[in-house]
């Protein structure tokens, strides 16, 4: 039996790979599509969805629980300074029901709903990073969620009880020389004569939980032969099989107790039963996973903004320089304010998209992207400017705060843990390519072989018919709107003193318009070299981005006032709409800005200079200096075979 070779890919074939994942199909509206296309569906939004009355008695329940628990037995700073998660820890979450959150309850799961599930991770995440990634890795993209979706009645009665009470998972995607282009993927799967096992070899890197883990999804490629399909599939692995050995334990900048490492398969025999969905269908699992699984990152940079905040306001009350608190100054009041704001956007966001998931109305895809996209930007720039407020001792660690007499406040730790945010489950620019990709498959639909270098005439011609006959309909729409309307969404400018967030709606449905026809021209434009215009697509999806989050406030804001109101409590509903306004006004500045850097910009300038630096032409810019790194190669020889290392694997007792 030998392991085949992977053949190398072509751009061509990467991109192909990459579509068959897709899901094709839009099934059910989405608001954040329907934004793209230059319609604003503020009634997929609105009224705010809420979550019915049991869902919030057993969630609430179970906050109080875990909040009890979190204050009593978790000491943050003891897993940041030893780089581990106590064993009693992590089994005390078990007993809790942590790890089975999203788990239905038939399988001995809590059966918690989104919302209620990222507000935990709010919670874990405000004690320790490093436990609200352990458990998001399980749940959100371990065993639990591609079985919920796509496992058989046979292999949740087996799997998802383990899961739920005593086995940590981990998702094992990411090889040495892949990351975010699995047409390359190198990890074989092997079918046995009987058809009844598979066998994999290979290494996957930075598999996260991979340390501790006693069940892994693992995706690897099975080559086509008679009988077999062949391509990227899933599979469910026990992480005590012979042949599995765990090589290294990561280390990182943030979230040092994070339980990350290098897992090599040789001769690994995995049962066919094992296998999750179809052959091939391994992609294709792993981001329909990820649709609801990405919202896990933005509640932990939602979390993050509440702790800012909360740091910002009492330091800032009580620091004072020139005779007055520094939050009377106005340099650090636009900090503050930008703190507040976006902290409240960034929950907003996060409850709008979890409430929408649970309720399965809509198609959420692109709005939990944007989430993820958003969250983890713009939570890195709310901790950026907390150290900034705070100074020096920003900059200082709390340990060393601690031991000089000063409340041991860790903001720069906040900063090296939220950084990983841009770049785990899909960095910025690949959410970019990927919502971009979403954006503008209606006009990929109708364009078609128009812009498919390889299409004949005829096929051409027909593209052609219709996609005159689309855009003859869509194109007129994209003039005028409710947006041009001074008497559009009035209910949001509710009397008594409120703040006027109607203009700021109007602006969100003018701005997608606009939106719409800047993406048609640029297709226009550059037609099929569209996809390579990697500066303009980015831009387009940061201007949806905030306009998405500017009707999540706006929604979030209108919502708290009726429900506080309701509730006795009138003030916090006007404190929701000062925020919303102050967001909306922060963020109309950006998309303003935006929309100017898609025509005005130096993107081919970045790119021709961006080849001359790889090929040389600067070096002597990088005279003067001495490099300190060490010796080794760029990226680690993954050649399947045997292993030569110590297993570092370790049961969590």
């Known amino acids: 039996m030998s392991t085949p070779e992977v053949p190398k890919v072509t751009e061509r074939e990467a991109r192909r790979v990459a579509e068959e994942a897709r899901e094709q199909d839009w099934r059910k509206p989405s608001f954040a599509k329907e934004l793209f296309l230059g319609r604003f569906r503020l009634d997929l939004i609105h009224p705010h969805p809420l979550p019915d009355e049991e869902s919030v008695r057993v969630g609430e329940a179970f906050l109080a629980r875990l909040s009890a628990f979190c204050e009593t037995k978790i000491d943050g700073a003891l897993i940041e300074r030893e780089a581990t998660i106590p064993d009693e820890v992590i089994r005390g ?54 079985l919920k979706q796509f496992g058989t009645a046979e292999q949740k009665q087996r799997f998802l009880p383990r899961c739920a009470r005593t086995d ?15 047409a390359r993927l190198a990890t074989a799967a092997v079918p046995s004569e009987d058809g009844g096992s598979y ?63 290098v897992t090599r398969f040789h001769q690994v ?24 699984g990405r919202l896990s990152l933005p509640a932990m940079c939602a979390g993050t903004g509440k702790w800012c905040l909360k740091i910002a306001r009492e330091w800032s009350a009580a620091r004072e320089q020139w005779g007055k608190p520094i939050a009377e100054h106005e340099a650090v009041a636009g900090k503050i304010s930008f703190i507040a704001a976006t902290a409240f956007a960034l929950e907003a966001v996060l409850d709008l998209s979890s409430q929408m998931a649970d309720e399965d109305r809509n198609d959420i895809r692109i709005e939990a992207a944007l989430a ?43 900063l090296r843990d939220m950084r990983i945010n841009r770049i785990f489950e899909g960095s910025s620019e690949i959410m970019h390519l990927l919502i971009a990709r979403e954006a503008v498959d209606a006009h990929l639909k109708v364009a078609g072989d128009l812009i498919e270098p390889e299409a004949d005439l005829r096929r051409k011609g027909r593209a052609a018919a219709r996609a005159g006959a689309f855009y ?8 005028a709107g409710p947006g041009q309307l001074p ?13 006027d967030l109607s203009g700021q709606l109007r602006f969100v449905e003018r701005s997608a318009r606009k939106l719409a026809r800047s993406t048609f021209y640029a297709m226009s434009r550059w037609q099929g070299r569209m996809e390579t215009k990697q500066g303009f697509l980015g831009r387009i999806v940061d201007i949806g981005a905030e306009l998405f989050a500017m009707s999540a406030v706006c929604v979030r804001a209108e919502m708290l006032r009726t429900t506080a109101g309701a509730a006795g409590d009138a003030e916090q509903g006007r404190a929701a709409y000062e925020l919303a306004e102050l967001f909306c006004r922060q963020s109309r500045i950006r998309v303003d800005e935006l ?20 090929v040389g032409r600067y070096t002597w810019l990088e005279q003067g200096i001495l490099d300190p790194s060490g010796e080794g190669p760029w990226i680690a020889d993954s050649t399947p075979g045997p292993s030569q290392r110590d297993n570092v694997h370790r049961t969590v007792r």
């Open 93 to 146: 979450l078990q007993e809790l029901g942590v790890f089975g959150m999203k788990i239905d309850t038939e399988y001995d799961g809590l059966g918690l709903t989104q919302v209620y599930y990222n507000r935990a991770l709010v919670l874990l995440g405000s004690v320790s990073p490093a436990i609200s990634a352990l458990v998001s890795a399980h749940q959100s993209i371990g065993v639990p969620q591609p």
């Open 168 to 182: 940590i998972t981990a998702f094992l995607l990411t090889e040495p020389d892949v990351g975010s282009d699995p």
């Open 199 to 261: 066998v994999l070899d290979g290494v996957k890197l930075w598999t996260t939980n991979g340390v501790v883990a006693d069940l892994l999804v693992v995706m690897a490629r099975v080559p086509r032969s008679e009988g077999h399909k062949g391509g990227i599939t899933a599979f469910v692995v026990e992480a005590g099989s012979p042949g599995i050995t765990v090589e290294n334990r990561n280390a990182f900048m943030g979230l040092r107790g994070l339980e990350n490492g």
């Open 269 to 292: 025999r995995v049962p066919a039963e094992n296998r999750i969905g179809p052959e091939g269908a391994g992609l294709k699992i792993a981001l329909t996973t990820l649709n609801t």
């Open 372 to 414: 993820k996209l958003y969250g983890s930007e713009m939570g890195w720039r709310i901790a950026d400017e907390l150290v900034q407020i705070r100074g020096g001792r920003g900059y200082e660690t709390a340990e060393s705060l601690a031991a000089r007499g000063e409340r041991a406040v860790p903001a720069e730790q906040v």
């Open 472 to 479: 003859a309909g869509w194109l007129p729409k994209l003039a």
């Open 487 to 499: 008497t559009s969404y009035r209910e949001f400018h509710p009397e008594g003193g409120y703040p």
């Open 595 to 614: 929309f100017a850097r898609l025509w005005t910009n130096t993107d081919g300038l970045d790119r021709k200079v961006a080849r001359q630096v790889v």
